[in-house]
T-cell receptor, first 111, second 116 residues
Framework: GDSVTQMEGPVTLSEEAFLTINCTYT??????LFWYVQYPGEGLQLLLK?????DKGSNKGFEATYRKETTSFHLEKGSVQVSDSAVYFC??????????FGKGTRLSVIA | EAQVTQNPRYLITVTGKKLTVTCSQN?????MSWYRQDPGLGLRQIYYSMNVEVTDKGDVPEGYKVSRKEKRNFPLILESPSPNQTSLYFC???????????????FGSGTRLTVV
């Protein structure tokens, strides 16, 4: 079945460090891919998305590129801030079926 | 403002006392879903609905009920709550069909339920 695997956390970085959170997927067909962010005490918010191969999603300095050849959608940010501390979820939507989530990666950024 | 509204945000209840968590969306979305979030287990789908009067089980439906009598509302019902249902619950919605895969889900703010 369809699945998402993302790197386990927690990830702890110093402010201004480079961030990569790996995400790979298994799916039939051509799923849409998403990154969601959950700040402490809040619900999930859509961070960025990509709907076809080679698309790059970007928002708030975060980027991810839909790589069909490696079935990956890694999240990157060049310089993290304390305010980026959150849990990040990679997810895929294989057509019209329910969203499939990874287990989440907790990021802590220290000043 | 387009949103998914869940109530209550926090709830403490006793084992066996029936409760309902409400979910309402104002975006005319066809698809609605309930998830629970537990440490180390990520988000697991409880039930979903593809339109009015159409509901189906997700990955962890035991102990829960849902109904979809109106398009905007999708309440989650725990007929006889137990401590293993202590969790953080999220409602989500999206357009069903091609547009859903482009926009993803909109999530509510969550309901933290404690069953003692």
């Amino acid at each position: 079945g369809d699945s998402v695997t993302q790197m386990e956390g927690p990830v702890t970085l110093s402010e201004e460090a480079f961030l990569t959170i790996n995400c790979t997927y298994t799916a039939t067909g051509y799923p849409s891919l998403f990154w969601y962010v959950q700040y402490p005490g809040e619900g999930l918010q859509l961070l960025l998305k990509a709907t076809k191969a080679d698309d790059k999603g970007s928002n708030k300095g975060f980027e991810a590129t839909y790589r069909k050849e490696t079935t990956s959608f890694h999240l990157e940010k060049g310089s993290v801030q304390v305010s980026d501390s959150a849990v990040y979820f990679c997810a895929l939507m294989p057509g019209n079926t329910p969203l499939v989530f990874g287990k989440g990666t907790r990021l802590s950024v220290i000043a | 403002e387009a949103q998914v509204t869940q109530n209550p945000r926090y709830l403490i209840t006793v084992t066996g006392k029936k409760l309902t968590v409400t979910c309402s969306q104002n975006m005319n979305h066809e698809y609605m879903s309930w998830y629970r979030q537990d440490p180390g287990l990520g988000l697991r789908q409880i039930y979903y609905s593809m339109n009015v009067e159409v509901t189906d089980k997700g990955d962890v439906p035991e102990g829960y009920k849902v109904s979809r009598k109106e398009k905007r509302n999708f309440p989650l019902i725990l007929e006889s709550p137990s401590p293993n249902q202590t969790s953080l619950y999220f409602c989500a919605s999206t357009h069903y069909g091609g547009t859903g895969s482009r926009y993803g889900y909109t999530f509510g703010s969550g309901t933290r339920l404690t069953v003692v």
